[in-house]
């Protein structure tokens, strides 16, 4: 393939995009990363306050609830509930760790509800029934599958009310909270990561005594919410851990004045780091992600090329390049890498046009990206 044909086969895949913007694929890709850039997630304080609440219901974390946590968490239910207590219905969706009870108030009665895994896809849940002056009705149990409904029905007798329980046991996996999180660049998030592993023993403590000693929220609720702090997956579970230690040992403590300094000192670090960093949906991300790795085993291609352009051709220059690259469809990390293999080549003086199976790998490539890109 010819130089004039290589450059007809670039318009044709940058479609209106300018030659000189060639892995621009998507002009208006910078504005969308900026405009979700405003659409944080609050922060830690906000976010671990924020919780619904079923409409007549009441729903109470029963003491020694540290036991049920003492081992590595694996399966977190969230299950659609009504209790019917004669003509009244009480609705509302319980969230619970396996094993842990959680306590229901639906008129005069209580009721401690209990889901326990029975299987892969089986769970048991078990209820202890009181009425309002806390004397034990009735300990029903079952077992269901997940995703299907289960009832429990209990007679009133003696000219009490019938009582009926109906369940939908689901499982949540603790990952999917992340899921319309808007998310920082790989680059970034590493860099945030890091900063939080300096205080991570300090961070457990405050959370454990949140947790276990002011009781303003609860262990599945910050599980929920820390899928979306910027820490890596091995970070974050090993700050769980740190924690259920923590709450499960009973050595959950107030910090002192130092320390909260410490957390202070972090907060406006990590604050001064991703205050101008544009943030994307994880599925944006993963299409930068697919792009750039169509793109990789052609990098030194790439890069020869846009050298070739520099040097020999002289129709954009280095800094120019640099300039436009903002609009690439790529990750900063990706492109940083270009700039530095293009320097290289410039700084060696071995600028050279492709070879006719360059152009044809890179031409493919190219393609390969673009539609990699695409939002399916």
Same mark, same amino acid.
């Given at each position: 393939?010819?130089?004039?044909?290589?450059?007809?086969?670039?318009n044709?895949?940058?479609?209106?995009?300018?030659?000189?913007?060639?892995?621009?694929?998507?002009?208006?890709?910078?504005?969308?990363?900026?405009?979700?850039?405003a659409?944080?997630?609050?922060?830690?304080?906000?976010w671990?306050?924020?919780?619904?609440?079923?409409?007549?219901?009441?729903?109470?974390?029963?003491?020694?609830?540290?036991?049920?946590?003492?081992?590595?968490?694996?399966?977190?239910?969230?299950?659609?509930?009504?209790?019917?207590?004669?003509?009244?219905?009480?609705?509302?969706?319980?969230?619970?760790?396996?094993?842990?009870?959680?306590?229901?108030?639906?008129?005069?009665?209580?009721?401690q509800?209990?889901?326990?895994?029975?299987g892969e896809?089986a769970?048991?849940?078990?209820?202890?029934?009181?009425?309002?002056?806390?004397?034990?009705?009735?300990?029903?149990?079952l077992?269901?599958?997940?995703?299907?409904?289960?009832?429990?029905?209990?007679?009133?007798?003696?000219?009490?009310?019938?009582?009926?329980?109906?369940?939908?046991?689901?499982?949540?996996?603790?990952?999917?909270?992340?899921?319309?999180?808007?998310?920082?660049?790989d680059?970034?998030?590493?860099?945030?990561?890091?900063?939080?592993?300096?205080?991570?023993?300090?961070?457990?403590m405050?959370?454990?005594?949140?947790?276990?000693v002011?009781?303003?929220?609860?262990?599945?609720?910050?599980?929920?919410?820390?899928?979306?702090? @910027?820490?890596?997956? !091995?970070?974050?579970?090993?700050?769980l =851990?740190?924690? #259920?230690?923590?709450? /499960?040992?009973? +050595? %959950?403590?107030?910090?002192?004045?130092?320390?909260?300094?410490?957390?202070?000192?972090?907060?406006?670090?990590?604050?001064?780091?991703?205050?101008?960093?544009?943030?994307?949906?994880?599925?944006?991300?993963?299409?930068?992600?697919?792009?750039?790795?169509?793109?990789?085993?052609?990098?030194?291609?790439?890069?020869?090329?846009?050298?070739?352009?520099?040097?020999e051709?002289?129709?954009?220059?280095?800094?120019?390049?640099?300039?436009?690259?903002?609009?690439?469809?790529?990750?900063?990390?990706?492109?940083?890498?270009?700039?530095?293999?293009?320097?290289?080549?410039? @700084?060696s003086g071995k !600028?050279?046009?492709?070879?006719?199976? =360059?152009?044809? #790998?890179?031409?493919? /490539?190219?393609? +390969? %990206?673009r539609?990699?890109?695409k939002?399916?």
């Amino acid at each position: 393939m010819d130089e004039k044909n290589l450059e007809n086969a670039f318009n044709r895949l940058c479609a209106d995009t300018g030659i000189k913007k060639s892995r621009d694929l998507w002009p208006q890709v910078r504005q969308r990363t900026a405009a979700a850039g405003a659409i944080r997630p609050s922060r830690r304080a906000a976010w671990v306050l924020a919780a619904s609440a079923a409409a007549f219901v009441v729903i109470l974390s029963i003491p020694g609830v540290s036991q049920s946590i003492m081992t590595r968490l694996a399966r977190l239910f969230s299950s659609n509930y009504s209790v019917r207590v004669g003509g009244a219905e009480y609705k509302g969706v319980l969230v619970s760790v396996e094993g842990e009870t959680r306590e229901l108030r639906a008129g005069d009665r209580y009721v401690q509800v209990k889901v326990t895994s029975a299987g892969e896809r089986a769970v048991k849940v078990e209820l202890l029934v009181y009425s309002r002056d806390r004397k034990l009705l009735a300990k029903p149990s079952l077992v269901s599958v997940t995703g299907k409904a289960l009832e429990i029905k209990i007679s009133g007798g003696d000219g009490a009310e019938d009582f009926m329980f109906r369940m939908v046991p689901a499982e949540k996996q603790p990952g999917s909270y992340s899921a319309s999180v808007y998310q920082l660049p790989d680059a970034v998030l590493n860099a945030t990561d890091a900063i939080q592993r300096e205080t991570l023993d300090t961070t457990a403590m405050y959370w454990a005594w949140r947790i276990s000693v002011m009781h303003d929220v609860t262990y599945e609720q910050f599980e929920k919410y820390a899928f979306a702090w @910027d820490l890596l997956p !091995a970070t974050r579970d090993l700050l769980l =851990e740190r924690i #259920r230690a923590l709450v /499960a040992s009973g +050595k %959950a403590r107030r910090l002192d004045q130092r320390e909260e300094n410490i957390l202070k000192d972090t907060e406006a670090r990590l604050d001064a780091l991703i205050t101008s960093t544009p943030r994307m949906t994880a599925d944006f991300k993963r299409r930068i992600t697919a792009s750039d790795e169509a793109l990789r085993p052609v990098a030194k291609i790439e890069a020869m090329y846009w050298a070739w352009r520099i040097a020999e051709k002289k129709d954009v220059t280095y800094e120019e390049l640099l300039k436009l690259s903002a609009n690439w469809f790529s990750a900063e990390e990706t492109k940083a890498a270009l700039f530095r293999n293009i320097k290289a080549i410039l @700084d060696s003086g071995k !600028a050279r046009p492709l070879t006719a199976p =360059e152009q044809a #790998r890179y031409e493919k /490539a190219l393609f +390969k %990206a673009r539609e990699a890109g695409k939002h399916k």
